[in-house]
């Protein structure tokens, strides 16, 4: 198990590491006040977004990892040494302030850490609900063993062998595992932390910017916790009648709920949001090295989350370059195109084995489009009946999204409004406010319009919207930092209504990644280390494993292998229909019918020519039985001579398939 000491120090390692690239970066292209707040997430991007295709190329272990992070944290060193930067903005915060900001940050990155550490009782091991999305760590010990690019940890049937998903982000973290020498479940944990970290980081710094205010930073970390209204209005109304005008709940939630839940995403959104300035830089004087660091961006969106970087974020950049562009004198125009084509070419260039693994993929599973038009179902079906659909879609702007987003919606609108208006306003602030509002716009019409097809959830549609909440918290803050208690105390006494309304929600969200309830497999769960150290002991790096689909399924909310993705460090032949359904080329029909072998397999029921298929068609080199399989009692392996055992005892048995 992994303990808060190891993922603290995969944390601070991340921080120190892309903070010290980052800041160079930063003092080349942003604004001075920006430097140290934007530092750590401008390094990650840039140091992954070359990283990767350089480890495609000499190979990812550990040497490669100590290099890739020494030698740029050598030359940042170096630079910063001649420059002497200062690493606070111009206007001085007081202590005071910096001393609380800096702890409500680490505070709310360690709620993000907390969701993949084990819950530790006398009854055994409990593990957080959004832990179900972090078994994707899976693919950073799969990265971490065996280098990249990544084959696919979750199959070991027909289709492509390699990974098909946007994996910089656990990329990273399985450079921190080499580095360190833990687990991907540690580095999973110190890399969330890490994330939600440089994030609110981001948006204090940018909400002092905007505002004039060092007071925006404070209510940075205030809105970072909160979240939906919808408990407290089900509370009033009833969750029936909530639903009737206002849907049902969904993935499409607040900072603290994606972050928690898929913390690539975050990055990606806070990834995008950063690329809108260097975008704004980059038209605004066109530099080569500004246009590699655009491309360099926009490749780390891409390969972080396809559905943010790749989708949302070219809609969200579109009208802020046209109207830049249009700003521009006609003699710039021709060499500002120059330059945005240029890094065009460079993002392109750099995800192409993304593209085409992900591309292919799809084709291969022949589904239709992997993206589709439907608008939001806000409304019931009643009354889209009585009314019709233009106002389901009115619901969506006037309805949902106050609903989800309470606290930054309505405030966050108005104050980019405030802002855009103040004629006061220095240009390089209206244009960065201009860019956001046009970002932010794209991003909630792009949650409201476009849905993915490829897996069970609309994962397009949930985290599209995640830029558009960052951009609003950023003018939340900055509008309340700039209001004026004495002149508009009505308008302040709504905002904190409005907070305090979503501070229920977010705080009983924050509070279930620290304390989780134990349920049927935390006495067990603890015990399932030491078998999957005894499958690593007879299992080569390289090779797959058998084991139920559903052991230790009771761990999350939805059943999920988790016990293989978190402990495992092998590949699985078939880690159930969660994981195949997405990292495979199969179509849905085909994953259930794998599904049905497999647990029919581990209950001690087979079909004929059940286990020849697990040997033979799926690569299954080891197979596991524990004493909660029906397997136990009815054994089909040891009853086949393609298997041999070569470990039984009362915890496990441990099946190695025989030489052909």
Not at 244 to 271: D, K
Request: hydrophobic share 55%; with cysteine.
């Amino acid at each position: 198990m992994i303990s808060l000491t190891q993922a603290s120090l995969c944390a601070a390692l991340a921080l120190a590491f892309y903070g010290l690239i980052g800041l160079p970066l930063a003092q080349r292209v942003l604004m001075r006040p920006l430097v140290p707040w934007l530092a750590p997430a401008l390094g990650w991007a840039v140091h992954a977004a070359l990283a990767l295709p350089l480890c495609f190329v000499i190979g990812l272990d550990r040497t490669t990892a100590v290099a890739i992070f020494a030698v740029p944290a050598v030359i940042a060193a170096v630079v910063l040494w001649r420059r002497q930067p200062a690493l606070l903005s111009e206007h001085a915060l007081p202590w005071w302030l910096v001393i609380i900001v800096l702890a409500g940050v680490a505070l709310i990155a360690l709620d993000f850490m907390a969701v993949d550490l084990p819950k530790m009782s006398a009854q055994g091991v409990t593990l957080a609900a959004p832990i179900f999305d972090h078994s994707k760590i899976a693919m950073i010990d799969e990265m971490a063993r065996l280098g990249v690019p990544p084959g696919n940890p979750f199959y070991g049937g027909e289709g492509p062998a390699r990974l098909s998903y946007y994996y910089l982000w656990h990329f990273s973290a399985a450079e921190l595992s080499l580095l360190t020498g833990l687990s991907g479940w540690a580095t999973d944990a110190g890399m969330s932390a890490f994330t939600g970290f440089a994030a609110v980081l981001a948006m204090a710094g940018l909400a002092i910017w905007l505002s004039g205010r060092a007071s925006a930073a404070l209510w940075i970390v205030l809105l970072s916790f909160t979240a939906s209204a919808r408990p407290v209005l089900e509370f009033l109304l009833g969750q029936d009648r909530v639903e009737q005008i206002a849907g049902t709940q969904s993935g499409l939630g607040g900072f603290l709920f994606q972050t928690s839940w898929a913390p690539q995403h975050a990055m990606a959104a806070l990834t995008t949001v950063l690329a809108l300035i260097v975008l704004l830089a980059l038209i605004e004087r066109p530099r080569w090295p500004v246009t590699v660091l655009f491309g360099l961006m926009m490749v780390a969106g891409f390969e972080s989350s396809t559905w943010v970087g790749g989708i949302v974020f070219p809609i969200m950049a579109a009208p802020v370059a046209l109207t830049m562009l249009w700003r521009a004198s006609r003699s710039e125009r021709g060499h500002i195109v120059l330059h945005l084509v240029v890094a065009a070419l460079i993002a392109v260039a750099l995800i192409s084995p993304f593209l085409y693994d992900q591309s292919h993929m799809a084709a291969l599973r022949n589904d239709g489009p992997p993206v589709t038009i439907a608008p939001v179902q806000v409304l019931g079906d009643d009354v889209v009946a009585r009314f019709g659909a233009f106002w389901n879609g009115l619901a969506y702007w006037l309805i949902y999204l106050p609903l989800e987003f309470p606290a930054i919606y309505v405030t966050g609108a108005v104050a980019l409004f405030v802002l855009l208006r103040d004629r006061a306003l220095p240009l390089a602030h209206r244009d960065v406010t201009l860019a956001f509002a046009f970002g932010a716009l794209m991003s909630l019409v792009c949650a409201w319009l476009l849905v993915s097809t490829l897996g069970e959830n609309n994962d397009l549609g949930w985290r599209a919207v995640l830029p558009a909440v960052l951009i609003l918290m950023i003018a939340s803050a900055a509008g309340l930092a700039r209001l004026d208690v004495e002149m508009r105390p009505v308008l302040l006494a709504a905002a904190l209504a409005l907070i305090a309304v979503s501070l229920v929600d977010g705080l009983r969200f924050g509070y279930g990644n620290v304390v989780v309830r134990t349920n049927a497999a935390t006495p067990g769960f603890a015990d399932s280390e030491a078998l999957w150290r005894a499958v690593r002991r007879v299992t080569p790096p390289g090779e797959r494993v058998a084991n139920n689909p559903d052991y230790m399924g009771k761990a999350t909310p939805w059943p999920i292998n988790i016990s293989w993705a978190l402990l495992a460090d092998r590949r699985s032949c078939f880690a159930g229909r969660d994981f195949v359904r997405p990292f495979s080329a199969l179509p849905q029909t085909r994953v259930d019918v794998l599904d049905a072998l497999f647990k029919r397999v581990f209950k001690g029921m087979p079909e004929p020519g059940d286990i020849e298929q697990l040997a033979n068609r799926y690569h299954c080199d080891t197979a596991v039985v524990a004493p909660s399989d029906g397997a136990w009692m009815r054994d089909p392996f040891a009853a086949s001579a393609l298997y041999q055992m070569v470990e039984d005892t009362p915890a496990w048995r441990i099946y190695r398939r025989a030489a052909p």
